[in-house]
């Protein structure tokens, strides 16, 4: 591989949304030039930064062939590419994919993901795989009802998940999420927890870093905002660091990895979900710390040197600012977000608004985590998009 | 003018340089397009950023005008086009330039510059227009040789200006720059100054805000370094960070603006340039201030509110990394620099490197200026661009 410090070093990336965009702007900042490949028909925020734009299938290597060849080196913004897709787009490319395909293999299928960091040592939520009408019985007797069921395979953000609360729905979502037709199906039960927190690790061959513990506050499943650091024992903090570390080592991941747990009640740390990318929990990096995800994102794929991801002050919240309504995207109302003192807009350049879709984000930095939590609250309150 | 906070909100660019590329970075941040013009052959950094890119000369308004269609408002990284053309390019497209052609029309000329700030009570460094060898002669008497010749239009960084140590030498350079052509030509006395100072002045019709006041540390008239804040008094800070207001106003100005002023060794503070447009004196406030230059120059002219100046920490220290040979631009032995705590690596995308032309910089933040500027030194050393 070229010097990536080059100003003809491409780095590419799958996928044209949000996180690619801020991990493109930093990419610029070093200098490179930026490839990116589209699976969508509408035009999306990454694809208005770059000359280098393609389209395509991700489920199709040879779709996305013509892009990779243009590519020093790949990298993704989401986790919905088929390892195996991937490992052939690399192999008959050449150009290098982190986080590796083999990492993505570790981590796609939600049974191999759980026992790959089981063996490692670290607690998961307590699951099983299903395969009948009497695993599911006998799921809801240990466990206790609701829990959830997904497939191993797929699924975001809550959508492919269903929650069951009776022998009788789980079987209808058994059936609905195609346990009948050969898909391996989990169960997963429900964790009473006081906080979800999240630990972001970025780790090459020179190094690793960990960023601090943060909280994700969720309202409908939906990260609505992320308190840095969290405000929980420096304890606990360093359990969540220390797990994310060895969940990073674990797929031998290089890039950058997000981990979300969940403190519960007793006092347990559990893994919940990992993400191989930048993750919403670290958009708080950008201003809250002195090396963002997305820099040591591109810094960690390129095998540059990690940047400290130290915080920049003793408190940093974020805010997502999601679509208040269906039409093309202009933040109204930002005036006193805007005048703020250590406040930071980011609108991701999405075309069309949708009511719930992540279009922004306000980050504030401050000198107590909840007294800024509260102010970037009352901040972005009346914010329109 | 639509909304700027708007996803199809176009900015356009006068120019494609460093200065262009990360105030587009600011711009992508805030989820706004990026047009960019270039007057050059080559493809220019802002050129791999979008897209919506344009080229052919500055001194035609018609061929800008397809580019100034395209936008929703104009800004430039120079001040080399005419204020004449800005203001033919703006009348007949319709698309709002700012800063405007007027401010423009106040400094393009030195020695229209000099009036209009003298006017407004900023003292500024001995000058006289000389038309004739008497003046010359008369010149040198007064203020003492050497001292400068300069074309009152054109000139930048050193070029197209002469130091003259005789009379002799003064008219050789008088009829070089065009005196007897009919080109006005400035004669400008030098100044014994302790310090080189600079401030950042961000204004428009929400406000203004006035950067710290930096020193620039020059080697053979190019800057190799900005320390932040200036190691000189708070009332000499106070001084410069006042008239670079005054200055401000005095053009009526809209975007963001750079002042620089000798402290001379009887501790006067004397105006000596002013630049319309982010500068390199200010690339510290990227990492340094809690709003960038970049990002204040965006919100200035679109508008928008002004973000706080105010400094992250105690010091920051900017170190201009220009090229070391003439080859593809490759930063090589950046390890210790890129691995360093609060240190932040920029590299511009030029696809050629040249010996002393500006590649990139790197930005330390620390406790005190002194020493962040002799490490910020020791890890730059060595770097090959």
């Not at 150009?95 to 670290?122: D, W, Y």
């Not at 799921?139 to 959830?148: K, V």
């Not at 005048?339 to 980050?363: C, D, F, I, Q, V």
């Given at each position: 591989?070229?010097?990536?410090?080059?100003?003809?070093?491409?780095?590419?990336?799958?996928?044209?949304?949000?996180?690619?965009?801020?991990?493109?702007?930093?990419?610029?900042?070093?200098?490179?030039?930026?490839?990116?490949?589209?699976?969508?028909?509408?035009?999306?925020?990454?694809?208005?930064?770059?000359?280098?734009?393609?389209?395509?299938?991700?489920?199709?290597?040879?779709?996305?062939?013509?892009?990779?060849?243009?590519?020093?080196?790949?990298?993704?913004?989401?986790?919905?590419?088929?390892?195996?897709?991937?490992?052939?787009?690399?192999?008959?490319?050449?150009?290098?994919?982190?986080?590796?395909?083999?990492?993505?293999?570790?981590?796609?299928?939600?049974?191999?993901?759980?026992?790959?960091?089981?063996?490692?040592?670290?607690?998961?939520?307590?699951?099983a795989?299903v395969?009948?009408?009497d695993d599911l019985h006998r799921f809801g007797q240990t466990?206790?009802?609701?829990?959830?069921?997904?497939?191993?395979?797929?699924?975001?953000?809550?959508?492919?998940?269903?929650?069951?609360?009776?022998?009788?729905?789980?079987?209808?979502?058994?059936?609905?999420?195609?346990?009948?037709?050969?898909?391996?199906?989990?169960a997963?039960?429900?964790?009473?927890?006081?906080?979800?927190?999240?630990?972001?690790?970025?780790?090459?061959?020179?190094?690793?870093?960990?960023?601090?513990?943060?909280?994700?506050?969720?309202?409908?499943?939906?990260?609505?905002?992320?308190?840095?650091?969290?405000?929980?024992?420096?304890?606990?903090?360093?359990?969540?660091?220390?797990?994310?570390?060895?969940?990073?080592?674990?797929?031998?991941?290089?890039?950058?990895?997000?981990?979300?747990?969940?403190?519960?009640?007793?006092?347990?740390?559990?893994?919940?979900?990992?993400?191989?990318?930048?993750?919403?929990?670290?958009?708080?990096?950008?201003?809250?710390?002195?090396?963002?995800?997305?820099?040591?994102?591109?810094?960690?794929?390129?095998?540059?040197?990690?940047?400290?991801?130290?915080?920049?002050?003793?408190?940093?919240?974020?805010?997502?600012?999601?679509?208040?309504?269906?039409?093309?995207?202009?933040?109204?109302?930002?005036?006193?977000?805007?005048?703020?003192?250590?406040?930071?807009?980011?609108?991701?350049?999405?075309?069309?608004?949708?009511?719930?879709?992540?279009?922004?984000?306000?980050?504030?930095?401050?000198?107590?985590?909840?007294?800024?939590?509260?102010?970037?609250?009352?901040?972005?309150?009346?914010?329109?998009?």
């Amino acid at each position: 591989m070229i010097n990536p410090l080059s100003s003809s070093f491409v780095i590419g990336f799958l996928g044209a949304g949000q996180l690619a965009r801020m991990s493109a702007l930093q990419a610029f900042r070093f200098g490179m030039q930026v490839a990116v490949f589209s699976d969508r028909p509408e035009f999306e925020p990454v694809q208005f930064m770059t000359p280098r734009s393609f389209s395509g299938s991700f489920s199709d290597a040879e779709s996305m062939m013509e892009f990779a060849r243009s590519c020093d080196i790949i990298t993704l913004e989401n986790e919905f590419i088929d390892s195996e897709i991937l490992k052939e787009l690399r192999d008959r490319s050449g150009t290098p994919v982190f986080p590796s395909p083999e990492s993505f293999a570790l981590i796609e299928n939600k049974r191999i993901e759980k026992e790959t960091f089981e063996s490692a040592g670290i607690p998961v939520t307590p699951y099983a795989v299903v395969r009948s009408a009497d695993d599911l019985h006998r799921f809801g007797q240990t466990c206790g009802w609701p829990f959830l069921l997904k497939s191993s395979k797929g699924g975001y953000d809550g959508y492919g998940n269903e929650t069951v609360k009776s022998p009788e729905e789980a079987e209808r979502a058994f059936t609905k999420l195609g346990g009948y037709a050969g898909h391996e199906i989990l169960a997963e039960g429900f964790v009473n927890f006081t906080h979800e927190l999240s630990v972001q690790v970025a780790r090459n061959e020179t190094g690793y870093v960990v960023y601090p513990c943060c909280e994700t506050v969720q309202e409908n499943h939906i990260c609505v905002a992320v308190k840095a650091p969290a405000p929980v024992s420096p304890e606990i903090q360093k359990k969540a660091q220390e797990l994310a570390l060895l969940a990073t080592e674990a797929i031998d991941g290089k890039g950058i990895f997000a981990f979300e747990f969940f403190l519960t009640t007793s006092g347990e740390v559990l893994l919940n979900e990992s993400a191989p990318r930048p993750h919403n929990s670290g958009h708080y990096t950008i201003e809250g710390c002195v090396t963002s995800q997305f820099e040591n994102h591109v810094r960690a794929v390129c095998g540059l040197p990690l940047g400290s991801p130290a915080l920049m002050k003793p408190a940093a919240v974020m805010i997502n600012l999601l679509g208040t309504r269906n039409q093309s995207a202009v933040i109204e109302k930002a005036e006193a977000l805007l005048a703020e003192p250590n406040g930071h807009l980011h609108h991701y350049g999405k075309l069309e608004s949708k009511k719930g879709r992540k279009m922004a984000h306000y980050t504030l930095l401050g000198d107590d985590v909840e007294e800024t939590y509260l102010r970037a609250k009352e901040l972005s309150h009346g914010i329109e998009i």
